[in-house]
């Protein structure tokens, strides 16, 4: 099995997320299955055959982070210079020709989130702005066309 690439951050959000998972959330489904077998009839009670869908969803997702943080490798950054982007960097980019301004951090694939800045170093975003130091120009290959982008800052 091939190791993960994960942020201190991510780590720790995932492993609260595994917490809370096992203690809060097992014990609540538990209790719904509890009162839905009190209904009786099981065959035809969807709050007992839907807690059990539950059920089974969340164990699911509880192996996922299982095996993810046991397969993780955390990368930190915190004594890096920030002078070459790379897992863990928050980057600043300014679209060229706009001036419009975007900070992104590069984040492995599993802790991933694009709708909050956090983008895959083996997204097409992610890729072009690896390994770049400030000033460089990277070119990315969007939905909506080509665009050009400056690293005006690496944290």
Request: glycine share 8%.
């Amino acid at each position: 099995m091939s190791e993960i690439l994960i942020t201190p951050e991510g780590y720790a959000r995932l492993k609260k997320e595994l917490e809370e998972l096992k203690t809060v959330k097992r014990r609540e489904i538990a209790e719904r299955i509890r009162q839905a077998r009190a209904l009786g009839d099981l065959s035809e009670n969807f709050d007992y055959q839907d807690a059990k869908r539950q059920q089974a969803m969340l164990e699911g997702r509880i192996k996922d982070l299982e095996t993810v943080l046991s397969r993780a490798r955390v990368v930190d950054r915190s004594n890096s210079a920030g002078e070459i982007a790379d897992l863990g960097s928050k980057v600043t980019l300014v679209e060229v020709g706009t001036d419009r301004e975007r900070t992104i951090q590069l984040v492995g694939s599993f802790e991933a989130d694009p709708l909050q800045d956090r983008i895959s170093i083996l997204s097409p975003l992610g890729e072009a702005v690896l390994g770049k130091t400030q000033g460089d120009t990277i070119v990315v290959q969007t939905p909506k066309g080509t665009v050009e982008y400056r690293v005006a800052r690496i944290e």
